[in-house]
């Protein structure tokens, strides 16, 4: 598998695959939004997460791919500085504001500085046409903030902390994402980064979820928590490790657009799901960002 997905780096087929895995981190990232937001603390679930999906990369990490190269270890601590940081700042977010609010401002703020990103590390440019793609995107997406700001029944009274919030864990996403696919590319094996980046990360959150869980006093039973943990745990390496791979395929910038289409899957799922309501003017917006999308991925 390995050796097949180093062959079409760069190539027709590694771009069509990596459209396809962008996408589908699309719609797992809305599905893993959604159950951190959902009836548990995103504290609680986001540590829960975060273990399953350590103890599932652990035997893989250790076992059944390479060992890391040793120049990746900076990196992975780079890494895990990023994401920890990152996952904080989204767990402070989720518990000041609607998911349907704060998911598009995070979501909305990342592309514009991956594009950056990727422009800085590895000299990534975008056409005006793919440009105005990303305008339409944007205006999609925070359009789609505002919106849920005006109309939505939301706790108004924490809303400018969480948007504050919501932006940084934006910049953050840029971050990781920029950074991830460098890490990726450094190592020969891509699966070797993926399963080491997984361990690595799943050893902090469950720390301050532990510390938080003991802290209350009504303590939530640890076996729905865990199951939406186990849920999470699959979700998130396939969702996360889908626009990894597709950052070493093709264009950081162009995975990086394209996965915000999750913004339109966020609130499908808060509609389906979560009982939040989406009408004419919401739908028109999420056609926004996903013709945005499109023009991006035409224009290159």
């Known amino acids: 598998m390995s050796d097949w997905l180093i062959s079409i780096e760069g190539t027709a087929s590694g771009q069509q695959l990596a459209l396809a895995l962008a996408l589908m981190a699309a719609l797992l990232h809305a599905v893993f939004g959604a159950i951190q937001k959902g009836r548990h603390d995103p504290w609680l679930t986001r540590g829960a997460v975060d273990f399953s999906y350590a103890a599932l990369a652990a035997p893989i990490a250790l076992f059944l791919v390479p060992w890391p190269e040793p120049h990746m270890w900076i990196i992975f601590a780079a890494v895990w500085a990023i994401h920890t940081v990152y996952k904080i700042l989204q767990a402070m977010a989720y518990s000041r504001g609607a ?16 594009v ?20 339409v995107l944007l205006s999609g997406i925070f359009g789609l903030a505002i919106y849920n700001l005006i109309f939505l029944d939301v706790a108004r009274d924490t809303l400018p902390a969480a948007l504050t919030l919501a932006v940084m864990t934006g910049l953050l996403v840029a971050a990781y994402t920029t950074f991830d696919a460098y890490g990726i590319r450094e190592t020969a094996d891509p699966f070797t980064f993926l399963a080491w980046f997984f361990l690595i990360d799943g050893l902090s959150m469950p720390v301050i979820a532990a510390i938080r ?3 209350m006093e009504a303590r939530p039973d640890l076996g729905p928590l865990m199951l939406r943990g186990a849920i999470g745990g699959i979700i998130a390496p ?19 657009v394209l996965r915000e289409t999750s913004a339109v899957f966020a609130a499908l799922i808060g509609w389906l799901f979560l009982g939040e309501t989406v009408g004419p003017r919401r739908t028109a917006l999420m056609a926004l960002i996903a013709a945005g999308a499109v023009i991006v991925e035409v224009g290159g």
Not at 238 to 256: C, K, N, P, Q, Y
Request: glycine share 12%; proline share 3%; hydrophobic share 55%.
């Open 99 to 114: 998911f349907t609010v704060v998911y598009p401002v995070v979501r909305g703020t990342g592309p514009l500085f991956a």
């Open 213 to 215: 869980w003991r802290r």
């Open 116 to 135: 950056i990103g990727a422009y800085l590390l590895f000299g990534e440019t975008f056409n005006l046409v793919q440009w105005m793609g990303v305008a």
């Open 238 to 256: 396939l969702s996360f490790g889908a626009i990894m791979l597709a950052t070493r395929l093709d264009s950081v910038g162009e995975a990086a």
